[in-house]
Every structure is written in C-alpha cells, then in structure tokens.
C-alpha cells in the first residue's frame, strides 16, 4: 500500500515562500514519477509540475520561474519549494505518484494520491 503525505502548507502572504513535504510510505521512490497538483476552490485540479525518476523536471507555466521541485530518494520524500507567492496560487496542493518512469502532467498519468495541504496567500 502507498501512502503520500504532504506537509508544509499554511496561510501567507503575498511574496512569502513556502516549502510543501510530500513522504512516500510503502514503496521505494526512486523510480516513480512525482507530482503537484492543485485545486483552488470551484475550479478543477490543475497540473502544477512533474519530476522524474532521473530527476528532469516540467513545470507549469503559471508557476516557472517561482517554484522548484526536488527529491530526496533516501527519504523517500518529495518537496516543492515555492517563491514569490501570489494570491492566484492559493489551493489544496496535492502530491501524486506513479511508477511509470515517463514524464506525465496529466491527473489520470497518477496512481497514488495524498490528502492535500492547503496554501493560502493573502494580498
């Protein structure tokens, strides 16, 4: 059974950084693509970005620039660095796991999915 738990999220404000954890339980990291996700309130998940299992990574266009995704495969923990923040990117942000190897920004390329961790930003 694979389990993803995010941590990190919280209330800030606009400009501020946050660094969103994502520990994967029950399967070993390495070679499993990771993502983030998001959905802000009435409107539908979106991708965010996407890193593979050799660590190249594809980020959304609303986001390039402000946020970076990394991986620690000793402790199976996946984090999202995120800068200069905007009100715009307030959301449940969601981590995602699949073991295909191949680049994926698409909700149905995820098997596994964690809770979610709310970000708010204030102006």
């Known amino acids: 059974q694979v389990q993803l738990v995010e941590s990190g999220g919280g209330l800030v404000q606009a400009g501020d950084s946050l660094r969103l954890s994502c520990v994967v339980s029950?399967?070993?990291?390495?070679?499993?693509?990771m993502g983030w996700f998001r959905q802000a309130p009435g409107k539908e998940r979106e991708f965010v970005v996407v890193?593979?299992?050799?660590?190249?990574?594809y980020y959304a266009d609303s986001v390039k620039g402000r946020f970076t995704i990394s991986r620690d495969n000793a402790k199976n923990t996946v984090y999202l660095q995120m800068n200069s923040l905007k009100p715009e990117d307030t959301a449940v942000y969601y981590c995602?796991?699949?073991?295909?190897?191949?680049?994926?920004?698409?909700?149905?390329?995820?098997?596994?999915w964690g809770q979610g961790t709310q970000v708010t930003v204030s102006s």
């Open positions: 995602a796991a699949d073991p295909k190897r191949t680049t994926n920004w698409s909700i149905s390329g995820y098997l596994y």
């Open positions: 029950g399967r070993t990291l390495s070679s499993y693509r």
């Open positions: 890193i593979n299992w050799t660590a190249g990574s």
